[in-house]
Nanobody, 125 residues
Framework: VQLQASGGGLVQPGGSLRLSCAAS????????IGWIRQVSGKEREGVSC????????YYADSVKGRFSISRDNAKNIVYLQMNSLKSEDTAVYYC???????????????????WGKGTLVTVSS
């Protein structure tokens, strides 16, 4: 199972970025896919998740109203649209796959089915 994250970069505060997570067809059909971010030396933070099947979406309180997760089933890609970015959004963002999104609601990020390599998002003027 492979997850490939892309789309990170440098953006000014208030700006936008869109991250992409390309997944194998099997993964995207049967697994929820989401995003976890981490700043060096700090705890991981679940950001967002979209379930397989009905595509229910979940968000951390810190990004609600600013970030939007979606999936393109034809392309097996999950997107994270990030708007109104703040300096505190600076982190390495990892896309992950797991049977459901309970890891986000429970803040438990160990033993997840698959992790992709991270993509760095830097919000700075």
């Amino acid at each position: 199972v492979q997850l490939q994250a892309s789309g990170g970069g440098l953006v000014q505060p208030g700006g936008s970025l869109r991250l992409s997570c390309a997944a194998s067809a099997f993964t995207s059909d049967y697994y929820a896919i989401g995003w976890i971010r981490q700043v060096s030396g700090k705890e991981r933070e679940g950001v967002s998740c979209i379930s397989s099947g009905d595509g229910t979406t979940y968000y951390a309180d810190s990004v609600k109203g600013r970030f939007s997760i979606s999936r393109d089933n034809a392309k097996n890609i999950v997107y994270l649209q990030m708007n109104s970015l703040k300096s505190e959004d600076t982190a390495v963002y990892y896309c992950v796959a797991d049977p459901d999104c309970t890891w986000l609601t429970s803040n438990y990020y160990y033993g997840l089915y698959s992790w992709g390599k991270g993509t760095l998002v830097t919000v700075s003027s």
